[in-house]
Nanobody, 122 residues
């Protein structure tokens, strides 16, 4: 049974940093794409950053240059380093994975974690 479990969320002041981690288990083979998504209250879920099995990384324009996504295959984790956080980044952050991804930042994914809350205060 596939499981994705996020951790690392919390509260931080604007300009601060947080690192999120997603522990993946149960995959019989590595998914093609794994990524981070977020959903703020009253807004649609949006893609933040994705890493493909090729190693290619894709970022939303709003986070380019501030966020870094990477996989640690040895630990079975997907990580997101978030620097220069803005108050608009307040949201529930989700880890997701799939074996095929037509849209690198699209929200159509087969497997989802339960999310971890990130709150950025002004």
């Amino acid at each position: 049974q596939v499981q994705l479990v996020e951790s690392g969320g919390g509260s931080v002041q604007a300009g601060g940093s947080l690192r999120l981690s997603c522990a993946a288990s149960g995959f019989t083979y590595s998914p093609y794409c794994m990524g981070w998504f977020r959903q703020a209250p009253g807004k649609e879920r949006e893609g933040v950053a994705t890493v493909l099995s090729t190693g290619t990384t894709i970022y939303a324009d709003s986070v380019k240059g501030r966020f870094i996504v990477w996989k640690d295959d040895g630990k079975g984790t997907l990580n997101l380093q978030m620097n220069g956080l803005k108050s608009g980044a307040t949201a529930m952050y989700y880890c997701a994975a799939d074996f095929q991804c037509l849209d690198a930042l699209g929200t159509v994914r087969k497997y989802w974690g339960q999310g971890t809350q990130v709150t950025v205060s002004p």
